[in-house]
């Protein structure tokens, strides 16, 4: 039989069953203490007329994660601060005297809870190069991921925007020889194409206007370890050339620069578009193509992997768990429901947007499909057409927010707009520009 703990705050705890192991704290930094030592799953707060709320509030926001019961004075649920905190914090409430049956049940309900929790598979600890997810797929990324791995063959990663490019691509370098060394990820669809050649290949002083000394390339800061080239399919045909070359020799020429550079780093591409396509149209290099392309990956989009959405929702509401309001404990079947019927256009970003979203905003203890974002919007009225427009209007922008991670020159592309029409619309509807200032974290740009 396993033992069933209860960490217990206050006094006067009521006669609970003798196979409960009970953890008797008196006060909160008494109870932070015991827990240290012990954790459990359920609390049992029992609150005096004389406590003080604030410090209460504290305590159980910083132990969140166990199932609350709590028992108060009648004339507390009067009082604002008090309910704030039973609906914030606890599963269960009962004023006192407590009744020792009732307690009981509850209790015991709070030990089912705890089971079915951890039944749901427990979240994996957090690491950075984790390729969560239990689906076929990602099982078979996740092998390919290590056999490509312990090879020294450039590597060629297809999938769409947000599916975990960047994330498969650090895997493979931390499951290989180099992992000591560094992992250089570099956008080349971010940087200027003024820029883009100094940035990769570094410059000697003097090269150009404003060159005042030797600068290294992100190539060469590459030396002993994996260069990540994102969206290699923008690389401007001349830079095509000059990587090329960095693969066949292994060696680089700064701009301005004479002397050839011997660069041992790996290269590790990604791309969302179709290189062979690209190549078909004259926009990518055939032999930069067959170069890169000896070793590839294909990461599925979140909707070809559905029995990954869930695992990947619980590993993010953990992962930020400090950003969520301190009632929401996690997701109704409802909101679960709506997540295996989504497509995820944006893929694994937008499902940690929303998720991110709904921990902040969510109203109640758990979150529902519209704190998502999901589901149909309940329409109360018929709408005027020129409201209908505007809402249509804002909904197409919050959603390629949502897609492209909050970048504005991502979600000014997918619009179909330019980035200066994006700001003003971004005014118009009061919705923030940068994700600080707004309901989600989203990505860098
Ligand atoms: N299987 C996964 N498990 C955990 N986190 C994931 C997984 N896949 C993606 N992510 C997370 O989702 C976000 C987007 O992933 P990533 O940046 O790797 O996508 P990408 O395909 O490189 O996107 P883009 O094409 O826009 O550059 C990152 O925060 C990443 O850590």
């Known amino acids: 039989m396993t033992t069933k703990s209860i960490l217990c705050v206050g006094v006067g705890v009521p006669r609970l069953p003798a196979d409960w192991e009970l953890i008797q704290a008196a006060t909160p930094a008494e109870a932070r203490r015991h827990y240290k030592a012990q954790p459990c799953a359920v609390g049992?707060?029992?609150?005096?007329?004389?406590?003080?709320?604030e410090e209460l509030h504290a305590f159980l926001l910083d132990h969140w994660d166990l199932h609350w019961i709590v028992v108060l004075p009648p004339a507390a649920l009067d009082l604002p601060v008090w309910r704030q905190l039973v609906r914030d914090h606890c599963i269960d409430y009962h004023t006192a005297p407590a009744d020792s049956e009732r307690l009981r049940h509850a209790l015991g309900h709070a030990f089912g809870m705890v089971a079915l929790r951890h039944d749901a598979s427990p979240p994996r600890a957090r690491?950075?190069?984790?390729?969560t997810g239990q689906s076929s797929a990602i099982l078979r990324l996740r092998r390919q991921v290590v056999k490509v791995a312990s090879a020294s063959a450039p590597v060629l990663i297809w999938g769409e925007s947000g599916s975990?490019?960047?994330?498969?691509?650090?895997a493979v370098h931390a499951h290989s020889p180099r992992r000591k060394g560094p992992f250089v990820p570099i956008n080349c669809g971010a940087i200027p194409a003024s820029l883009i050649q100094s940035e990769l290949f570094g410059h000697e002083r003097g090269a150009f206007t404003g060159a005042a000394r030797d600068k290294r390339g992100l190539i060469e800061s590459a030396q002993g370890g994996s260069i990540f080239l994102d969206e290699i399919g923008d690389l401007?045909?001349?830079?095509q050339?000059?990587?090329?070359?960095?693969?066949?020799?292994?060696?680089?020429?700064?701009?301005?620069?004479?002397?050839?550079?011997?660069?041992d780093a790996r290269v590790i591409a990604a791309s969302h578009v179709n290189l062979a396509q690209?190549?078909?149209?004259?926009?990518?290099?055939?032999?930069?193509?067959y170069r890169l392309n000896v070793l590839a990956l294909d990461v599925p989009p979140l909707r070809e992997r559905r029995d990954d959405l869930l695992p990947l929702a619980e590993h993010f509401f953990h992962a930020f768990a400090s950003e969520r309001a301190p009632r929401v404990r996690g997701f109704s079947s409802g909101a679960a429901q709506a997540i295996r019927d989504y497509d995820w256009p944006g893929n694994v970003r937008e499902l940690i947007n929303r998720v991110r979203r709904a921990m902040v905003m969510a109203e109640g203890r758990?979150?529902?499909?519209?704190?998502l974002g999901?589901?149909?919007?309940?329409?109360?009225?018929p709408l005027q057409l020129d409201d209908a427009r505007i809402r249509a209007e804002r909904d197409a922008i919050d959603a390629s927010l949502l897609r492209a991670g909050r970048n504005i020159t991502l979600a000014a592309r997918d619009l179909g707009v330019s980035r200066m029409t994006l700001y003003r619309l971004l005014a118009k509807h009061g919705i923030p520009a940068s994700s600080r200032a707004g309901y989600t974290g989203g990505q860098s740009e």
């Open 44 to 53: 049992l707060l029992i609150v005096q007329e004389t406590d003080r709320s």
């Open 278 to 289: 690209a190549v078909q149209r004259g926009a990518f290099r055939e032999d930069l193509y």
């Open 374 to 381: 999901l589901g149909a919007a309940a329409a109360s009225a």
């Open 127 to 131: 690491d950075d190069a984790t390729l």
């Open 236 to 239: 401007p045909m001349e830079l």
């Open 366 to 371: 758990l979150i529902q499909p519209l704190d």
């Open 164 to 170: 975990g490019k960047e994330l498969a691509a650090q």
């Open 241 to 263: 050339a000059n990587l090329l070359r960095f693969l066949q020799e292994k060696t680089i020429y700064r701009v301005g620069g004479t002397r050839s550079i011997a660069v």
